[in-house]
């Protein structure tokens, strides 16, 4: 049986397609305006008799397509448990969402934060700022690595945090210093949200913001290299949500 | 049936017609689309549809009729004010407008931006001028039960007379001295607006009164046990609500009459949601008129709300004044104990308010408890961490969520409730 995951988050849209438990095709697209369009197109392009959405869309899915939903939170436990068995603690950093879920040994989710209505240290954030200091998003973390850690951003807003890099510029600070002193502020806010959730290895870090070089070898120094990243971090909440679709009897509806 | 134009009636109690308009017009489309979307409602609900259809109407107008027969409205904004008194005297007891998102530039003016909701809500009532009910008062009735109020109160009091209880912050004997204190002084002030004074008989029927109210709430309160619940938690807040609008003999009667109802409904197994759905406890702050975010982002995500740890529920409901008291002096006495029970986070130490969850917990069977706490709401805020890790010792599953009355993070609140609900699930 071929089961597909959907995962439609605030930046992206995640198809994976499983069959005996390994991801036989993935595709993604950018959200846009039309998010719904942008999942049809992903899903014309393939096959499944299954499917289960997940992520910020899956309510609006859902209603479209009476599909089963569950949460990111669920479906990235299941992922990242699937990819590394090990697995006992998962970062997620999306388009507009942190999240930190704790895993008991079996795989299931006892504890879990995520950040407020604030995009403060995610995607979003990080896409801001990369435009302000005139980087592409693919080369930001790259960037930053080279620089040295000598700038304290303060401001965790986006837009503070945008008007602060501003005047960083205008004082002629180098700006891989200043994209450092970024990595750095968010690192500093991910690993409160962390400590308040779990640290027990292994850590799985996700999401589109896993991409990062720069954060995800700050967070590897802070967290002694128990930071486990997958191949696809930004398929993780698809992959889970269709090993879940794969596993739910009551669960049989094929809308292709 | 046409409905009446109580325009005129607005505009003598110094309402903001055009603004008045659009709140009614919000609130309208508000209640259709919470309430009136949910299936298999008792039938006994019309009552309510039908008191909050005329919260702004024909209730204002009973009450300015009550005045014009020298009977006295006293608004309050807090479980702490003893009702029984102001009953004693022929006066109507109504909670104040304090549940919307609305006049907050208005409120913004004078208090400030990080100020709790219902604060800001209250304020913003009165200054944009569109709470019928602090228009009708006689008097309001504040209490020192967090700085924010406490302090509001004293800006309040230049646009409405504003009478302020002392709230004591612990309980000892030196607290409940001070408390009777303050109940004796209110039973003066009460006295010299009504220009009635307070009897034995007239105590003993206002005791009476309050309690078959509270009585009628604890019914339906037990019933909820039940499960299937035969009523949903959107259903029952809105009872808790309007207890504190209607009058309480008519709220009485019919709130019996929507139990019988319900307790069909349990001796035929019918509910308002499936066996095994989550049932949820809902914990912490006051969930004012019209605040229905939480048991709405709860009931429609697969749970059902079973009970209400809150001033707008159970900490009002779960304590009778004793009414085996003779004299004045100790009826008195059995108010002042009553309501020194009330477990407010405003007191130090407050341990049996997490005593009380823990039963409430127990007794309604629920799945998972949600700590609510009014963002900016410190005595709840800061309490919910020694609730959680209690509730967390017991393996009872908790999730924390702070928010305001706005509807902008009721996305992020849906993703964090359905996790929530996963993981009670398993």
């Not at chain 2, 979307?37 to 259809?53: G, W």
């Not at chain 2, 109160?153 to 309980?171: G, H, R």
Request: aromatic share 6%; charged share 30%.
């Amino acid at each position: 049986m071929r089961t597909a995951g959907i995962d439609i988050g605030s930046r992206t849209v995640k198809l994976a397609i499983v069959e005996e438990g390994e991801i036989i095709t993935s595709s993604i697209a950018d959200t846009t305006h039309d998010p719904l369009e942008q999942c049809e197109r992903l899903m014309a392009q393939t096959s499944f008799d299954r499917i289960l959405a997940t992520g910020y869309g899956r309510h609006f899915f859902e209603t479209h397509f009476d599909v089963p939903t569950v949460t990111e939170i669920k479906a990235f436990a299941r992922g990242a448990k699937e990819i590394f068995p090990g697995c006992r603690t998962i970062l997620d950093i999306g388009g507009q969402d942190t999240k930190a879920i704790a895993l008991d040994e079996k795989g299931r989710v006892f504890k879990f934060e995520m950040n407020d209505r604030c995009a403060a240290g995610t995607g979003m954030f990080l896409e801001v700022i990369a435009k302000t200091l005139g980087y592409e998003l693919g080369e930001f973390g790259r960037e930053a690595l080279k620089g040295e850690g000598t700038i304290q951003i303060n401001s965790m807003c986006t837009v503070f945090a945008q008007s602060e890099v501003t005047s960083l510029l205008a004082k002629r600070q180098k700006r891989e210093n200043i994209a450092y002193g970024i990595h750095v502020a968010i690192l500093n806010r991910t690993l409160s949200l962390l400590k308040r959730v779990s640290t027990t290895p292994d850590i799985v870090f996700a999401g589109g913001v896993a991409r990062n070089p720069c954060l995800k070898y700050l967070l590897d120094e802070a967290l002694v290299r128990k930071i486990k990243v997958p191949k696809d971090p930004q398929m993780v909440g698809a992959y889970g949500a269709a090993m879940i679709a794969g596993d739910s009897i009551e669960i049989d509806r094929s809308i292709y | 049936m046409e409905k009446k134009d109580y325009r005129p009636m607005w505009k003598d109690l110094g309402l903001n017609l055009e603004g008045h308009d659009q709140l009614l017009a919000v609130l309208g489309n508000a209640y259709k689309d919470i309430y009136m979307s949910q299936e298999n409602r008792p039938k006994a609900m019309q009552y309510l549809d039908f008191v909050i259809s005329e919260a702004h109407g024909l209730r204002i107008e009973e009450l300015m009729e009550e005045k014009r027969k020298g009977n006295k409205v006293i608004g309050t904004f807090c479980v702490y004010v003893p009702e029984e008194l102001i009953s004693a005297v022929g006066g109507t007891c109504v909670g104040l407008c304090a549940g919307a998102e609305i006049g907050i530039d208005e409120a913004e003016k004078v208090l400030p931006r990080n100020t709790c909701a219902l604060i800001k809500s209250f304020m913003g009532f009165k200054l944009a001028g569109l709470c019928p009910y602090i228009q009708a008062s006689d008097l309001v009735v504040g209490e020192t039960t967090c700085d924010g109020k406490k302090k509001a109160y004293e800006i309040l009091n230049d646009y409405k007379e504003t009478y302020v209880m002392e709230i004591p912050q612990m309980k000892t004997e030196r607290d409940r001295a001070l408390w009777k204190g303050e109940v004796l002084q209110f039973k003066e002030r009460v006295e010299e607006i009504a220009g009635r004074k307070v009897t034995p008989e007239n105590l003993r029927q206002g005791i009476k009164i309050v309690n078959e109210k509270r009585r009628a709430l604890q019914r339906l309160s037990q019933i909820r046990r039940a499960a299937p619940p035969p009523i949903s938690g959107l259903d029952a807040l809105l009872v808790n609500q309007i207890s504190f609008y209607d009058n309480p003999l008519r709220f009485t009667r019919n709130i019996h009459t929507l139990c019988d109802e319900l307790e069909e409904r349990v001796r035929n197994g019918m509910g308002v949601a499936k066996n095994g759905t989550p049932r949820i406890l809902v914990s912490g702050s006051p969930m004012a008129l019209p605040n229905w975010k939480i048991p709405y982002v709860v009931e429609t995500s697969g749970a059902i709300v079973v009970a209400e740890e809150s001033c707008v529920g159970e900490r009002s409901t779960r304590d009778l004044v004793q009414e085996d008291g003779k004299s004045l002096d100790k009826m008195i006495d059995a108010i002042v104990d009553r309501y020194m029970k009330i477990d407010c986070a405003c007191f130090t130490p407050n341990e049996e308010r997490i005593e009380h969850i823990l039963d409430l917990a127990r007794d309604s069977k629920a799945d998972g408890v949600i700590h609510y706490s009014i963002q900016f709401c410190t005595p709840y805020s800061v309490e919910s961490y020694k609730v959680e890790k209690t509730l967390q010792q017991k393996n009872i599953p908790v999730l924390k969520i702070e928010s305001d009355y706005g509807m902008e993070d009721v996305g992020q609140l849906k993703t964090r409730v359905e996790a929530f609900l996963e993981m009670v699930k398993g």
